[in-house]
């Protein structure tokens, strides 16, 4: 019978930097929540943004600025879907759903995806894609 | 566990280092995941660090000569230990004309040839016009109607000029030639009380402290950022100070270096006056050159400053040791390329209290009787009291190499195409300081593995070693003659003919003949004979023991015999080329002898390589070349 993978759990400091104001400690984002802003981070990040990373992200701005329609929404899943299972080994992605919002001129993103070795329901995370400059 | 680690200089190093540490000293995990915000700021910091570190590292690395690699930290260093790099020198030539003035109305006592430019190139000179220039007024008297400029030396370059006027007020000023490229040489300074004296002091250029008393008119130079210059004055202390309101007067010539050299036609573009001041334009004869451009050097390189300050800083101005006569004569003699000195206890028979330098210029094989007069003068100053020192002409040994290139006929355009690649490498080799120096080495190996990573399609190579010298023999007198090589003789065969010579003709003798060997029975030393061709292939010895061989110091002495012509010239001197295998495959440039690979004596055949190309993968048809081959009897 093959061993069953159980983390102890995620710790992610906040890019708020407040302050928890009983410890004075830093707030801290933890499991879901930081598997969720890791995702986010990932998809937001351009190739060779983070140093000696060339990578390292998605290339999502390439195509935000194409089309709208579908071709553009399958380009976009595609490579959300790269990106995730390329950096981030916590999760394991169910879907990635992105439709063309033609009224607003963006892309509704979102991802569903199961925590590896976390005994939580399958997550879902949304947000949209805008061609702002 | 403590952040020890700080020596790194990778990025992806002081990131684990990081990591290493939140995982032993933190209650985050995420860490690891390249997504996380945790892992954002750990490359921020390592990023940081990383800066940080490679900033420390270019500090240090520029605080010490040896390792500093910016020319204006390098030349800072040298200036701490008293050495000034040497200048950017500008092309001489040697130029005579007259002045007619016969035809003026006026009959002038003198001439004055006014000072910046006399000359210019005649046409264009590899698609550049260069200006030649002289650094002071010369004057000449009339005589029967006729002035001469006999012997005049220009230099090439711009003729500059700067002034200064002395602010006393001012703590900070600095006397500075704002254009590179300066011949520090060819700097004049004099300077006046003020601006409207018409008296000027001329200052000399000086090096050092030596006899400088405070009433000294010197001035000192330093290589300032831009290859541009200083000029330093006195402070009263050690030289004349100056006083407030002094003007100072500078001409200069910024030059092109080594691109004026082998000018050797000029026309005449200078200013003339006569004793009354009135310009004379007319009557000016057609400039003869004496001595065609030359001498032009670049400023003294990184690498060389980094080698010769040290060494002029120990040898203290002082010529003792060979190294120092080696540190200094560059410093006098810019244009040496490589400089090999030895003391007379060296040489055998010893000579005790002789120095003996040989010099390589840049341009040409020799330095020439009238520089190496000059030398052993600027020499006296430096050296020892008693000791006498001789210059002795460069003598080259050459290096040929016979390859034999195996090559894999499915990886190669074709044989041309790889050989010219070879070749190509072969040159820059030739060209490299490696060789081209006293000292130098022919490494064997490395030669090898130049030929093997020339081309991804050549399987390996046979390469055999020949070195040669070149006897010119005294033409119709007897002369005895005795040619080193400074490596050991490889004895190919007891039967003789293990050196090639070219062909020569000697006095009672009608026929072309050769040199031969003949080992003795210890095989370290033979004797010489005559021989000739009556074939390719087979000699008659027409007259024996003409001379003797030593194998072993790689000797060649010949007897009273009476030359009368070669079948080789260079450069229109008769030459006999002496050549054989030298014992090992390493040959060194021993003492004054000045190794050079001959490109052009040296052969490359191309084989295909019928078992690597699967043409014949048992090897049946597969060329076999000897290592050991004798080859000819004589030097084609």
């Known amino acids: ?133 | 566990m403590a952040l020890v680690n700080f020596s790194n200089l990778d990025f992806d190093q002081i990131k684990t280092s990081i990591k290493e540490y939140l995982r032993s000293n933190s209650n985050f995990t995420d860490y690891d995941f390249e997504g996380s915000n945790l892992s954002v700021i750990i490359d921020v910091l390592a990023y940081n660090t990383y800066i940080s570190s490679y900033n420390a590292n270019m500090v240090s690395n520029e605080v010490f000569i040896d390792s500093a690699t910016l020319r204006e930290n390098v030349v800072s260093l040298a200036r701490n230990i008293g050495y000034v790099p040497r200048s950017r020198t500008a092309a001489r030539a040697n130029i005579s004309f007259f002045v007619d003035t016969t035809a003026l109305s006026t009959n002038p006592i003198s001439l004055t040839l006014k000072k910046g430019v006399v000359c210019t190139t005649s046409g264009s000179f590899g698609n550049q016009s260069y200006r030649f220039n002289i650094p002071n007024d010369i004057t000449a008297p009339v005589v029967n109607g006729i002035a001469f400029f006999d012997n005049v030396d220009v230099y090439e370059g711009v003729f500059l000029t700067s002034n200064f006027t002395v602010d006393s007020n001012n703590p900070n000023q600095r006397f500075t030639l704002n254009n590179p490229y300066t011949d520090t040489s060819l700097i004049n300074v004099s300077v006046r009380n003020t601006s409207s004296s018409t008296v000027s002091r001329k200052y000399i250029q000086s090096k050092n402290l030596f006899d400088i008393t405070s009433d000294s008119k010197v001035f000192f130079i330093q290589e300032i950022e831009d290859q541009r210059y200083e000029l330093i004055f006195g402070d009263g202390i050690f030289g004349t100070k100056l006083e407030n309101g002094n003007y100072i007067e500078v001409s200069y010539v910024s030059t092109s270096g080594v691109d004026g050299n082998g000018v050797s036609s000029f026309i005449f573009n200078g200013r003339i006056v006569d004793n009354n001041s009135r310009v004379v334009s007319t009557g000016i004869s057609l400039i003869t050159v004496n001595i065609a451009s030359q001498g032009g050097q670049e400023i003294e390189s990184v690498n060389s400053i980094k080698k010769y300050a040290p060494q002029i800083y120990s040898a203290q101005n002082r010529a003792v040791t060979a190294s120092d006569y080696e540190a200094i004569v560059p410093l006098i003699y810019p244009e040496a390329e490589s400089v090999s000195v030895f003391g007379g206890e060296d040489v055998v028979p010893p000579k005790y209290g002789k120095v003996f330098i040989s010099i390589k210029p840049y341009n040409g094989p020799y330095v020439p009787d009238s520089v190496k007069d000059n030398l052993k003068a600027q020499l006296k100053k430096y050296s020892v009291a008693g000791i006498v020192t001789e210059f002795l002409d460069l003598k080259y040994i050459y290096v040929e190499t016979d390859l034999t290139v195996y090559y894999n006929t499915n990886s190669a355009p074709s044989a041309d195409y790889v050989k010219s690649i070879i070749s190509s490498n072969i040159t820059t080799y030739a060209d490299s300081s490696e060789l081209n120096q006293f000292g130098a080495r022919f490494k064997y190996s490395k030669f090898l593995k130049i030929i093997d990573d020339s081309h991804v399609s050549i399987t390996s190579n046979i390469t055999k070693v020949i070195m040669r010298r070149d006897l010119s023999p005294l033409l119709n007198q007897f002369a005895d003659y005795e040619i080193c090589y400074g490596n050991a003789f490889h004895i190919k065969t007891c039967d003789g003919y293990n050196i090639k010579s070219s062909g020569f003709k000697v006095s009672g003798l009608l026929d072309t003949v050769y040199l031969g060997d003949m080992p003795n029975s210890d095989q370290k030393t033979g004797t010489i004979f005559l021989f000739k061709l009556d074939s390719p292939t087979q000699a008659t010895i027409v007259k024996n023991n003409i001379g003797t061989i030593d194998y072993e110091k790689g000797e060649i002495k010949l007897y009273p015999i009476n030359i009368i012509s070669t079948l080789k010239t260079f450069q229109g001197n008769s030459i006999i080329e002496i050549s054989t295998a030298p014992k090992s495959n390493d040959v060194i440039g021993l003492q004054d002898l000045y190794l050079q690979l001959d490109i052009n004596n040296s052969t490359i055949n191309m084989l295909p390589d019928v078992i690597s190309s699967g043409a014949d993968p048992s090897g049946s048809t597969y060329l076999v070349t000897s290592s050991y081959s004798n080859g000819t009897l004589v030097r084609s």
Do not use: C
């Open chain 1, 1 to 133: 019978m093959p061993l069953e993978r159980v983390s102890q759990g995620f710790k992610d400091i906040s890019m708020s930097f407040q302050v928890n104001p009983l410890t004075f400690d830093l707030i801290a984002t933890k499991n879901e929540t930081a598997i969720a802003r890791s995702l986010r981070n990932l998809v937001f990040t351009l190739p060779g943004e983070r140093f000696f990373n060339q990578n390292l992200g998605s290339k999502v701005s390439r195509s935000i600025f194409e089309n709208i329609d579908d071709i553009s929404a399958s380009i976009l899943s595609n490579e959300i879907r790269n990106t995730i299972k390329n950096y981030e080994p916590r999760v394991d992605v169910i879907a990635v759903d992105v439709s063309p919002n033609y009224d607003d001129g963006e892309f509704n993103v979102t991802i569903r995806y199961k925590i590896i070795g976390v005994d939580a329901l399958p997550q879902q995370l949304s947000f949209a894609l805008q061609s702002t400059r």
